[in-house]
């Protein structure tokens, strides 16, 4: 391992952060004026991203204005589950607090985007009224976990989600500045440069001074259901059950999806088979994962900081043996494990109790106008149990069969499309928020994505392939977030108006796509993919998925395609 010698400026702020709390409670004070670079940094611990409208910000910028600075703040929801009585308390923050609207994440929160600094406290003081909370839904340590969002009755299942919240608990940093700043109140008093009191706390048990270099991602899955895509984490847990019991769980480390254009020493990857875990270990076996990533991960360089590199430097047996060291107990190399699937979760299904879930999509997880006022309607009425899915769509549970009738009047009369009114590309596809929230966003995703795939959907229609299953994800920036590199097509933002186009991942989630083509126009995306598709439909096996296609044919072969549709439209 190469030892650095110097750390970032971002590491210097978490050193000297005094547990995480900075000047924050000072700085909060003042209304007027955006928390500096200082604050910026810190805020993301406690769940909170400080950007502006990029819409007006060039507009206001000639007219000599600052900025509108809003901010984004995000929920800690342990595989996605909330109580019909949290869906509420959340829903009715957005008209308060935020723009009107709720949003799903990929990784099974709720973001409220539009959040101005005067109701910045009191939004996040409510979130933790309905017992639930923002800390470590960013930030350089373990964010939200994420489980299967199946609410089926059985052993498994329950299993799962209880191991998701225990995981949550156990890695969540141990420092009082949260409760202090948000909860508590705790007013700032200028003492010695110490803002609140506590402010002594020893350093977090699990992640020091200096917390992680980056932040840490964890998934719980199964075999059977690999909805959350399980091997885009850091930490990829694979629960291995023999009928009701549990055998124990495949340790896979070193995913991640983001990446920078034109740098090659950055790029996706998929998490990679390092260790058996016994039940009884899960959890100190993840704080050792956390551990390596805090001991070994690189604290000079951001890009370079994910715990993927760690990995894929040193190897998996490497990884193996410090976890080990860190165990005090040596592990042994992963089991095999069945292929994945990926279970379709919208629309009706049983939980295995007598009642039913209903998977309800949600267009790019913007829970906003009638979809929010049906929403809110059926889970008032029949207190169903809201399950946030890494889709960006959303299960409501614990249905009596008796309501179904009337809960699908409800949606119906709000007009909100259920997934039988959908084609493949627009139930499957995801996008990231970007423009104008986003401030890494290079150009538009979620307000585009509606677009990409109706376009897509008529190239489909062309060749009698249109109800066909097909994973298609758009991101406004090379970071990922919506798993563009996974996905049977990945649509990534490279500059205003222009993508990088990516193809040949599975629908499973078990293989990376591949880079296309490059700097195309948003409305050239579909003709791109039109040789393709052709190719698809003329020469595609029984049962084949489109990403499956593309990688057994090839690159050269999808290249040779575009080439020939290229010289005949000349």
């Known amino acids: 391992m190469v030892q650095i010698n110097s750390v970032s400026k971002a590491e210097a702020v978490k050193q000297q952060s005094r547990q995480l709390r900075g000047h924050i409670a000072r700085d909060l004070a003042d209304t007027t004026v955006p928390f500096d670079n200082q604050g910026y940094s810190l805020l993301k611990f406690h769940g909170i991203y400080q950007g502006y ?71 996040i003081g409510e979130i933790n009224s309905a017992l639930l909370t923002t800390l470590a839904a960013c930030g350089d340590v373990v964010r939200t976990v994420t489980t299967t969002p199946a609410p089926i009755r059985d052993a498994v299942h329950d299993r799962l989600e209880a191991e998701t919240r225990r995981l949550s608990s156990h890695l969540l940093p141990r420092t009082r500045a949260y409760h202090e700043i948000w909860v508590d109140g705790a007013p700032w008093e200028p003492n010695e440069g ?49 009928g009701d019991r549990l055998a124990g769980y495949n340790f896979l480390l070193g995913g991640g999806h983001g990446m920078t254009h034109n740098n090659p020493k950055t790029y996706p990857r998929l998490a990679t088979p390092v260790a058996f875990v016994e039940p009884e270990d ?85 829970i906003a106008g009638e979809i929010r006022a049906a929403l809110r309607e059926i889970v008032s009425r029949f207190r ?4 946030l899915m890494p889709s960006q769509d959303i299960i409501l549970s614990e249905i009596y069969p008796e309501d179904r009738g009337a809960i699908e009047t409800v949606l119906r009369q709000h007009g909100v499309r259920l997934a039988d009114d959908m084609l493949p590309a627009e139930r ?47 991101t406004g920036c090379p970071n990922g977030c919506a798993r563009p590199y996974t996905g049977d097509i990945g649509i990534v933002g490279r500059m205003p108006g222009f993508y990088a186009l990516f193809v040949g991942g599975d629908f499973e989630g078990t293989r990376l796509n591949t880079a296309l083509a490059d700097k195309v126009p948003l409305h050239g995306i579909a003709e791109v993919l039109d040789p393709l598709f052709a190719l698809y439909a003329s020469a595609r096996a029984d049962g084949e998925g489109f990403g499956d296609f593309c990688h057994r044919v090839g690159m050269p072969a999808l290249q040779t395609a575009l080439a020939e549709r290229q010289k005949g439209a000349a």
Not at 384 to 387: E, S, V
Not at 441 to 468: N, W
């Open 53 to 123: 409208d990029r819409d007006s910000a060039t507009e206001r910028k000639q007219r000599g204005d600052d900025k509108v600075w809003q901010f984004m703040v995000r929920v800690r929801i342990p595989g996605g589950r909330l109580t019909a009585e949290q869906y509420l308390a959340l829903d009715g923050l957005t008209d308060h607090y935020a723009d009107g609207s709720l949003r799903v994440t990929t990784r099974q929160s709720i973001q409220f985007h539009g959040v101005v600094k005067p109701g910045l406290k009191s939004a």
């Open 194 to 242: 110490q803002e609140n009191a506590g402010a002594d706390d020893e350093p977090d048990p699990l992640y020091g001074e200096r917390y992680l270099p980056r932040k840490f991602k964890i998934g719980l899955a199964i075999p059977e259901d690999n909805t959350i895509d399980v091997l885009t984490n850091d930490l990829a847990i694979i629960g291995l059950f023999d």
């Open 282 to 366: 899960l959890l100190e076996a993840a704080a050792a994962v956390v551990r390596l990533h805090r001991d070994h991960g690189d604290r000079g360089n951001r890009r370079h900081a994910r715990l993927k590199y760690v990995v894929a430097e040193n190897g998996e047996d490497w990884a193996r043996a410090r976890l080990s060291e860190y165990l005090g107990k040596q592990l042994e190399p992963c089991r095999q494990m069945p292929a994945f699937v990926v279970p379709d979760h919208l629309g009706w299904h049983e939980q295995g109790d007598g009642k039913l879930y209903l998977g309800i999509p949600v267009s790019s997880g913007r």
């Open 384 to 387: 169903c149990d809201p399950i």
């Open 428 to 474: 499957w596809a995801l996008a990231c928020p970007a423009l104008p929230s986003c401030g890494l966003a290079l150009t538009e995703a979620e307000r585009v994505r509606s677009d990409v795939v109706t376009d897509i959907e008529a190239r489909l229609r062309l060749y009698g392939i249109e109800r066909e299953r097909l994973g298609i994800r758009i």
